[in-house]
């Protein structure tokens, strides 16, 4: 392999490398944002539907089991609310980020530096269709640095 090559292998490296750690960094704060989500949505709705379906039935067996010194009925409304805006909140922060968009690019854009890389280091394609396919492929690393 000649040293252009080995240059273009080194950068592909390191453009994995990159890839890997925004992968290590983002990924975990993703899925527990969308459990935060998820549980806190179901919260709320559990939180309503007991007054809901219930009716005075339900908030005079929950007051005879806790008391707040405020009437139920208003910690209910207020812990619902409270969770409901966990979930809109962390849903936000997923949709304003284009969170979920941006690791799959990452995935994508990781696997097809891993097929070239295999390609160069195996002699399977020059290094002018190579460095192409590399610039294309950095494309969908933009956001990864």
Not at 78 to 98: D, E, P, Q, R, W
Request: aromatic share 4%; proline share 2%; net charge neutral.
């Amino acid at each position: 392999m000649n040293d252009d090559a080995n240059v273009l292998l080194e950068k592909i490296k390191i453009k994995r490398r990159e890839a890997a750690d925004y992968l290590n960094k983002h990924e975990p704060r993703q899925s527990r944002l969308i459990i935060l989500s998820i549980v806190a949505g179901a919260l709320a709705a559990a939180l309503t539907a007991g007054p809901g379906v219930g009716g005075g039935g339900f908030i005079e067996l929950v007051q005879g089991v806790v008391t707040f010194g405020i009437p139920v009925w208003q910690v209910l409304c207020l812990l619902a609310t409270l969770f409901s805006m966990a979930a809109v909140i962390s849903n936000g922060i997923l949709k304003s980020g284009n969170m979920t968009d941006k690791i799959a690019r990452t995935r994508g854009g990781d696997a097809k530096l891993e097929g070239l890389q295999t390609l160069l280091e195996l002699n399977q394609i020059n290094l002018q269709e190579a460095s192409s396919l590399y610039t294309q492929y950095l494309t969908e690393l933009s956001h990864v640095r």
